[in-house]
């Protein structure tokens, strides 16, 4: 396992906050109240293994296949409906939502090999990630990805928590399947767009794994 890069920052600034409120603690309260001192050790020790883990990457055997579509997010697949994308395609796809608790890995990986066609952010709310609207009223970041076989859009959206979407993706580059094009911090949802007539792969509150299971197969 080893540390996604945007989490430096954030790791470094929580375990320097860790550092001073022990010293104080200890410094202050041992003597008298060795029970709240430790109390307090425990609770932000707690709280620094989470924000350590939330940025993981834990090593994993990706899944390469030109014929498959590759969930980019780990999660709970929440929605699977047929609508009307007015963003990009302006016709009907199928949406396979996937929503990541905090407690998931948050890097988002490319669903499939191709180029990219299109990448566009939208300022907008922070609605709990599972609304019916969070797909086109919450901030979110949209990456289309075209190849031999089709066009598929992947957006990275916002939740209640999510307040900083990170997208690589640049248009015209190719990129591979299963590498990084982006991340979510803290909690979110990502929404792929498929072709009418896609064979979805996966179930209503599934749990899926980024870059290893099959969301969906070219027919």
Not at 43 to 59: E, G, H, K
Not at 81 to 93: L, M, N, P, S
Not at 158 to 165: E, N, S, W
Not at 168 to 195: C, H, N, T, W
């Amino acid at each position: 396992m080893t540390i996604h890069r945007e989490g430096y920052r954030t790791i470094g600034v929580v375990a320097l906050i860790f550092g001073v409120v022990n010293v104080i603690s200890f410094s202050f309260l041992s003597a008298d109240l060795p029970w709240l001192a430790a109390s307090i050790f425990i609770v932000t020790l707690v709280l620094l293994l989470f924000i350590i883990s939330f940025f993981r990457i834990p090593n994993r055997t990706l899944t390469i296949d030109d014929d498959k579509i590759i969930c980019p997010a780990d999660g709970k697949v929440v929605v699977i409906e047929e609508i009307t994308d007015v963003e990009y395609f302006q016709d009907k796809r199928i949406q396979v939502s996937i929503f990541m608790s905090p407690a998931n890995v948050h890097v988002n990986r490319n669903a499939m090999s191709g180029n990219v066609t299109y990448t566009k952010y939208h300022p907008g709310k922070y609605l709990v990630a599972w609304h019916p609207k969070s797909s086109t009223e919450n901030e979110r970041w949209s990456t289309a990805i075209k190849n031999s076989h089709g066009e598929i859009l992947m957006k990275q959206i916002a939740g209640a928590l999510a307040k900083r979407i990170c997208n690589y993706a640049v248009v015209g580059s190719e990129v591979k399947q299963g590498d990084e094009f982006g991340f979510i911090k803290f909690g979110s949802r990502v929404d792929v767009l498929l072709p009418v007539g896609t064979t979805i792969n996966v179930q209503l509150n599934q749990a899926v794994q980024g870059g290893v299971t099959v969301l969906a197969s070219w027919s």
